[in-house]
């Protein structure tokens, strides 16, 4: 069992849809991250967390420190959204990586 | 343009031989990491290296090494490459370990060995 586990592994929605991508983490973290992996394979760090929400555009993450529980939210999705989405959570050095959510946005 | 970039972007070579990925960020960030994407998408860290203290995950073989010049450069050195090394590696930087202020990445270089 990985310490960082997402879900789903794969989301087709339709243009318009509110998308939820869930991550929930055994370990305790100091800060939990949302990354997004382009199709062409570039990553771009989206959020930080150690508390609360942050939004972002379209883009909204909360963390539930009690649950270890993170979820990522994108309101009024678009094609441009179509990625892969990895969450990630750790202390000092030391980062475990979910396996991603492969997000399909069909127009 | 302010960023973390890898060379080569795309690498491809012979069983056996030995390789280096470089790595440079313009940030000013304190520490930088190497990460390895395998064939199922999946992020493992391999290296984080501050100036202070270089952290290995005991699962990197040791003919992976990290070597750090200065602070905005961490080179990934790989000794006699197996078919097993092929993947995506990515390098990234922040300002505080654990990417305390969030992470940047590079754009990955697609190793693959044959």
């Known amino acids: 069992k990985n310490e960082v586990e997402q879900s789903p592994q794969n989301l087709t929605a339709q243009e318009g849809e509110f998308i939820t991508i869930n991550c929930s983490y055994s370990?305790?973290?100091?800060?939990l991250h949302w990354l997004q992996q382009h199709p062409g394979g570039g990553i771009v760090s989206l959020f930080m967390?150690?508390?609360g929400k942050k939004k972002h555009g379209r883009l909204i993450a909360t963390i539930n420190i009690q649950e270890k529980h993170s979820s990522l939210h994108i309101t009024a999705s678009h094609p441009r959204d179509s990625a892969v989405y990895i969450c990630?959570?750790?202390?000092?050095?030391?980062?475990?990586f979910g396996t991603g959510t492969s997000l399909t946005v069909i127009p | 343009d302010t960023a973390v970039s890898q060379t080569p972007k795309y690498l491809v070579t012979q069983m056996g031989n030995d390789k280096s990925i470089k790595c440079e960020q313009n940030?000013?960030?304190?520490?930088m990491y190497w990460y390895k994407q395998d064939s199922k998408k999946f992020l493992k860290i391999m290296f984080s290296?501050?100036?202070?203290?270089?952290?290995i995950n005991e699962t990197v073989p040791n003919r992976f090494s990290p070597k750090s010049p200065d602070k905005a450069h961490l080179n990934l050195h790989i000794n006699s490459l197996e078919l097993g090394d092929s993947a995506v590696y990515f390098c990234?930087?922040?300002?505080?370990?654990?990417?305390?202020?969030?992470?940047?990445f590079g754009s990955g270089t697609r190793l693959t060995v044959v």
């Open positions: 370990v305790g973290i100091s800060a």
């Open positions: 290296y501050n100036n202070k203290e270089l952290i």
């Open positions: 940030l000013g960030h304190d520490t």
């Open positions: 990234a930087s922040s300002h505080g370990g654990g990417g305390g202020y969030g992470y940047t």
């Open positions: 990630a959570g750790g202390t000092g050095n030391q980062f475990y």
């Open positions: 967390l150690s508390s």
